[in-house]
């Protein structure tokens, strides 16, 4: 009897924790919202501010636990990984506000439609940078979206900046990652040291105004210190989907997020659909469903 090819073996466990990866990160990401309105009176900076200064507490006993300060060192003497992270830190910062300031202002449905868009935008990305190949199928699940993009740009232009600017901060930040060669653990560690000094400024600003939110109850206090795990953990696990899936695959797997959000935004909080936006929905869906079947088919026929 053959035996398996070790390299396959390998090639196929790390497939494996990628998509696993994957689903925890996109799981998490998907509940995000209930966990922030949990936080009621904080402001979507502030809780930017929090996401960034309790993530490197977070994660610096990651980093201790796991031996990791000599590839957090080594990362920082090279000037090409810095500016690399730096980049992505500023996506992901970007990404964060927009977020945040959609929930605060009960937008949870907009920002679902933003993340419902992402895995079209990393097909673009795969085709137009890594030149992935786009197949006939997906090239017009994008145009369907498209459609669907130009109906709510028609009739509400008003959260429209809102989903995109959501789904191509994070397409990028996903790229950028992708192309950067370094740990999930280390490359967040660093995007969040290089955003402290700002987030630190921020809340000490905000304390001097006498409207910083930490330390006006034990509760929320500790919910802001929790934001930290809460934005670590999904993050680390998403990069490490990105370092090992192909992006067509991470777009396969993105719409279990803004499947969560969507329903949590109008069954837990009440958002409403205009009918421009049931339309816009209705493509973007179709898109997706066409996406999902398109590359279902070609993983059956590659594997035939």
Same mark, same amino acid.
């Given at each position: ?6 390299? %396959? ?14 689903? /925890? ?8 919202? %209930?966990? $922030? ?46 500016? =690399? ?24 449905? =907009? ?14 990305? /795969? ?22 993009? =130009? ?10 900046? %809102? ?6 901060? $994070?397409?990028?930040? /996903? ?23 700002? =987030? ?9 105004? /006498? ?21 670590? %953990?999904?993050?680390?696990? $998403? ?22 959000? $969507? ?42």
């Amino acid at each position: 009897m053959n035996r398996p090819i070790p390299s %396959i073996d390998v090639a196929a466990a790390r497939h494996r924790a990628g998509l696993l990866a994957g689903l /925890g990160a996109y799981g998490l990401w998907g509940l995000l919202p %209930i966990y $922030f309105k949990l936080l009621p009176g904080v402001s979507a900076l502030e809780l930017v501010a929090h996401r960034i200064v309790w993530s490197v507490v977070f994660l610096a006993f990651v980093v201790a636990g796991y031996r990791l300060w000599p590839a957090l060192a080594a990362v920082c003497r090279q000037p090409r990984l810095l500016g =690399a992270l730096t980049l992505s830190s500023v996506l992901i910062a970007i990404n964060w506000a927009v977020y945040m300031w959609a929930i605060e202002t009960d937008h949870i449905v =907009a920002g679902s439609l933003g993340y419902f868009l992402n895995p079209l935008v990393n097909v673009l990305l /795969g085709t137009l940078v890594l030149k992935e190949t786009l197949k006939r199928g997906q090239l017009i699940a994008v145009l369907i979206a498209g459609a669907g993009v =130009a109906i709510l740009a028609v009739g509400e232009w008003q959260t429209l900046w %809102i989903s995109l600017s959501l789904a191509v901060s $994070f397409a990028f930040y /996903g790229l950028v990652r992708k192309l950067t060669p370094v740990s999930a653990a280390v490359g967040l560690s660093v995007e969040t040291i290089i955003l402290a000094p700002v =987030a630190l400024a921020y809340l000490y600003w905000l304390s001097t105004q /006498g409207t910083l939110m930490f330390g006006r109850g034990q509760l929320l206090s500790l919910g802001l210190i929790g934001t930290g795990a809460i934005t670590a %953990i999904p993050l680390m696990l $998403f990069a490490r989907a990105a370092r090992s899936l192909p992006l067509v695959t991470l777009g396969l797997m993105q719409y279990i997020a803004p499947s969560i959000q $969507f329903f949590v935004g109008i069954l837990l909080y009440g958002e409403t659909l205009s009918s421009g936006r049931w339309a816009s929905f209705a493509l973007i869906w179709a898109a997706l469903v066409l996406f999902v079947w398109d590359s279902l088919r070609g993983r059956r026929r590659v594997a035939a």
